[in-house]
Structures are given as structure tokens and as C-alpha cells.
């Protein structure tokens, strides 16, 4: 077991509305945290708050080599490469994680730059349809999953660096493997955002009568359809293989029950599985993981096992 | 302009979800107004809570003939017509609407029964993912479009006391025939159910990992799903041309998504086509028809092209 202080420092690149979170909820959380911003307005909205942010990428990472931070990479994905550029440059030896909403392309970016070392990824599975520093809040994360990187290599005080900080910010922690992450957030997330978009789509298609007439079931249907469209696609293109496995599973499902319909009237088995899987997702049980200390024999393969299982990690006590 | 009590008797028949609601309202609003159940526990659920709900149909419907009450079905479809024959039997000359998913199949079915001359279609626009008495509320409706039939033949009064009921349940009237209320809801209720019930199987694939790493917007996009299986076949099944377009719809824009992706690793101008629909729906201004008078020249015509065009009734006075 590695011991390291508690509450080490926080270098955020990249303040919207995660990267932002994060930055805010660490700071409450008693760690010393600043953090970039491309932009001279962002750095100075934060500012303005009270948050340490500036858009000098070569003073805050600067400080994060001196300092030994933990590096936390908030951009979206078409901005990880120039990014780890500044930090291969400037901070190489930091502690590195991020909190991107794919995790096989941002390590093999990663690792193109030879920052793996002390790189493991991460991604707070929380966010709202508005984005922006603006946005950003210190309870975002509260109650959520942090997905937080096993795959084999992975440095075990990095990886309880990690862990920490996504605890200290209210979240626990699901152990994953990058390219299982992947194929499970096309199913999750990457193709809900699809399906509001063909839902807000299919919907107008009734004209202003049907969208007068819409109630619960299509505005919950088509809410992330409010997210950016940029920010949509810069999450769900960079995840293109296991999103179009789901893309079509989803349109096999789709199409049976269409098919149905038209030949007998009636929707088949998908209502059923519906409802029994949306009951299964309604009470999953997560299970604490308790027995796994990072930097044991096999820590990594067994805290993987144990994620896939439901196993979650609330505590490195 | 036809000239009526206000708050004339009402008899609702299956005091469900939406019928339940319907009848706690309408006691609140001052209606003289009682129910039917067709369980003995259903009823006495109701009784106990202080509403005159009975399982006896005869007595039920006796006491709405010599009442002269606006008799309300709230059934679904697959019991419409053995609630009909009652009608027709017990209660054939009193004013008639329902709140049924679908209109174009219950007037034919009305029609069948040859109780056309009071009908008038009617369709709130509220629920939630619960059924059964346990589930209404009175404020159910409360700020919800309830969409009242306006097809050629409807008989002014009876307009006028349905039209009436809405409003005093909360909601505002949007003035819509049958087939394009059909067509209307398959696009913005039943297709939303069918995506929900896609979305929660092809979530699920991804086993407990991936549930467990579900946030918000798998959350958002299944909810409907946690609707009883049979509410949702006998909701979105008596649609089927209408929502076979819609699916159709459905299946193209997310075929031409998929292949976009699997050509070219962009999802194509879906992304920017579903953010400006949901914008659309988030922006969408209702306006009050003020000058069309139940009863007055063309009052059907010119109600249907004011809802076609977003217009939508919230006095009669």
C-alpha cells in the first residue's frame, strides 16, 4: 500500500462545466487547486469567483512540475493532443488523469506523448445540458460513479491519487478497464444522446401541433438533445466502434418491433424487455469493494473483476 | 353560444390513473361527480378515500341518465367497447368523451355503438410511469394540454362541457380532430415509449457494468419504460399506422446517423438537427384563441386550424 498525503495538489486543464466541477469541489474539499483556461474571459469568470485559473498554460503547469500536482485533463476529446503537448513540455513527471468521455483514445494519446507512466484515466459519469464554467458546480459530483482506469501498468499511488480526489468530490468509484468503459458508455450515454436527437427530430415532424401536445415522455426523451451539438459529437464520434455496435442493436430492436406492428399489430417482445430492463437498471445493487488494496499482488486484474461485477470503491481507509 | 350550468354531474368510468385523476379534480372544481371501477377493490380503494366510486355499472350509469351527467371513459382501448354496449344500454343519450390515448379508434368504436350525437373526443396530456387509483392526483393535470375533438358534427354543448371539465382540471384545450391528434401523438408520446423500451434493452446489453456506470441521460431516456408493459401495448398499439410512419422516421434518421458514422466517423447532421428541434419545443408559444365561439358559424374549421396553428383555449367565458 502506498501512502501519500491526503489532500495533494490539483492542477484542472480546461474549467467547464467538469473540469470546472472538479476544480470546485476540490477546492471545498481542502485541496490546493488552480487551473487553465484557454480562453482570457473563462480564466476571468473563475477568477471572479474566487478560483485560482489563469490562461497562461505555461505558469500553471509551471507550477504543477514544482508543485507535483495530479493533472487533471478537462478538455474535450478533438483537444487532448496540443494539450498533452504542454504537458510533455512542461510538467512530464505529474501524476495524470482526465475526465473525458472515452477512455481507449485518450491513453492512446497519451501514450503516443510517452506521458503513460503516471497516467490513469477517469470520467465522472455526471453532467447537465448546459456547459461552461458558468455551468460548473462543486456537487455535481455527488452520488455519482467516477469511472477510474485499471488497465495493466497502472501506477498504484497515481491510481490512488486518482481515486481520492473523484471520492473527495463526492462520487465513488467504478474500476474499468478503458475499452470496456468505452463499449459501456456508447450503451449508456453515447447512444441516449443519439436517440434524444432522432426523438427531437422524429417529434417535430408533427409540426407545432405535436410539439403543443408533447408532455413527460418526449421532453425526458429529448432533454440531452439540449447539450451543444459540438460538445455531442466531440463525446460520441471519438467512441465510433462500440457506438455503432450499440447504434445497432438498437436499430435491430427498433426495427422487430416495426416490423411487428406492421405484419400483426402489435410490438412484440421489445415492452416487455423494456420494462424488466429498465426494473434491472432501477435496482442494481453496487457492492463495496473492501478487500483490495491498490499495489496488492494482482490489484489491477482483481479490482477490474470486481467492477464488472458491480463492485465499487467508497473509501481507501 | 350555447348556455349551460357550469358545473354540471360527471361520471367517469374506470378511475385509473388518468380517470382517478380526472374525478378527484372535477370534486375539487365543485362538480357533483362519482365513478365506476370495475373491481370491488378498486372501488372501495376509492370509497375510502372519501370518492362516491362503485363496481355496480348498472347503478352507475343509471344514476348518470337520470342525472344528465358528462359521462367520462377512462378506460384503455382494449375496454372500450364492452364499456360502450354498457352506455349504449344504460346511458345512451348523455353527453360522452373519454381520455383515451388514441381518438380516431374510440370514435369508430363510439360510432359502432351509434353514440356519436354527444361525443366529443378528448385526450389529456399528463401521466407518469405509476397506474392505478393509488397513482391519481388532483393536480395531475394542472397546466397540461388536454386535447378536445373537433372533427365535423361535434355538438356544440357538448364541446362546451368537456371543453369546460379540462379547464376546471388545470389544464388548457387544444382544439384537434382525430386523425391528426393520432398522427400527433404517435410522434411526441408513443414513439418517446418506444425508444424508451429500445434504449433500456440496448442499455442493458452492456450488462451490470455499464448500468452501474449510468447517469442522467440513460436515466432520462428510459423512464417511460417503468410503465406496466400492457399500459404501454394498449397505448401505442391501437396507433399503429400513425406510429408506423413515426418508427419509419425514426429508423431513417438513425440509419443514416449509423452509416455516417461507419463511413466517415461523423454522426452527420443529425446532431445539429435534433439540438434545433428540441430548441424549437423549449420555445414554442401557445396562443389564445379568444374569438371563436362554440356553436358560431364554421366553429369546428376554424378551432382546428387555430390548434393546427398553436393555438389553444383557456376560458369559454
Redesign the interface.
Known amino acids: 500500500m502506498v501512502i501519500l498525503d491526503r489532500k495533494s495538489a490539483i492542477c484542472v486543464l480546461g474549467t467547464g462545466l467538469i473540469g470546472g466541477s472538479v476544480l470546485r469541489a476540490a477546492v471545498r474539499a481542502g485541496y490546493e487547486a488552480w487551473g487553465y483556461n484557454r480562453s482570457a474571459a473563462g480564466a476571468r469568470a473563475a477568477r471572479s469567483d474566487g478560483f485560482d485559473v489563469s490562461d497562461d498554460i505555461e505558469a500553471v503547469l509551471g507550477r504543477a512540475a514544482a508543485a507535483d500536482a495530479l493533472i487533471v485533463i478537462g478538455v474535450p476529446m478533438p483537444a487532448i493532443d496540443p494539450m498533452l503537448s504542454e504537458v510533455k513540455l512542461r510538467a512530464p513527471h505529474c501524476d495524470l488523469t482526465d475526465v473525458v468521455s472515452v477512455k481507449a483514445p485518450v491513453a492512446a494519446a497519451v501514450h503516443h506523448h510517452e506521458l503513460g507512466a503516471r497516467y490513469v484515466g477517469g470520467h465522472p ?4 445540458t448546459e456547459s461552461g464554467w458558468a455551468a460548473s458546480g462543486p456537487d455535481l459530483f455527488q452520488g ?2 467516477w ?1 477510474v482506469g485499471v488497465d495493466p501498468g497502472t501506477h498504484a499511488q497515481a491510481w490512488t491519487r486518482v481515486a481520492r480526489l473523484a471520492l473527495d468530490c463526492g462520487a465513488y468509484v ?1 474500476p ?1 478497464a478503458a475499452a ?2 468505452d ?7 453515447h ?39 459540438e460538445l ?2 466531440a463525446i ?2 471519438p467512441n ?1 466502434a462500440a ?2 455496435e ?6 435491430r ?3 422487430a ?2 416490423d411487428s ?2 405484419a400483426q ?3 412484440g417482445e ?6 424488466s ?6 435496482t ?1 445493487q ?1 457492492w463495496e469493494i473492501t478487500d483490495i488494496r491498490p499495489g496488492d499482488q494482482d490489484w489491477l486484474e482483481r479490482l477490474r473483476e470486481a ?4 463492485g ?1 470503491v467508497r473509501t481507501l481507509d
Do not use: K, N, W
Not at 450499440?246 to 436499430?251: H, I, N, S, V
Not at 467492477?307 to 458491480?310: A, I, T
Open positions: 459519469m455526471a453532467g447537465t455519482a460513479a469511472a467504478v474499468v470496456e468503459h463499449r459501456a458508455v456508447a450503451r449508456i450515454s447512444l441516449p444522446h443519439v436517440l434524444a436527437e432522432t426523438l427531437a427530430v422524429a417529434g417535430a415532424g408533427g409540426g407545432d401541433l405535436a410539439l403543443g401536445l408533447a408532455a413527460g415522455s418526449f421532453r425526458d426523451g429529448t432533454r440531452v438533445a439540449a447539450t451543444a451539438a455531442v459529437r460520441c464520434e465510433e457506438l455503432l450499440a447504434l445497432d442493436d438498437a436499430l430492436l427498433l426495427g418491433a416495426r406492428l406492421a399489430g402489435v410490438l421489445l415492452i416487455d424487455a423494456g420494462y430492463q429498465r426494473a434491472r437498471y432501477d442494481l453496487r467492477g464488472q461485477r458491480g465499487v
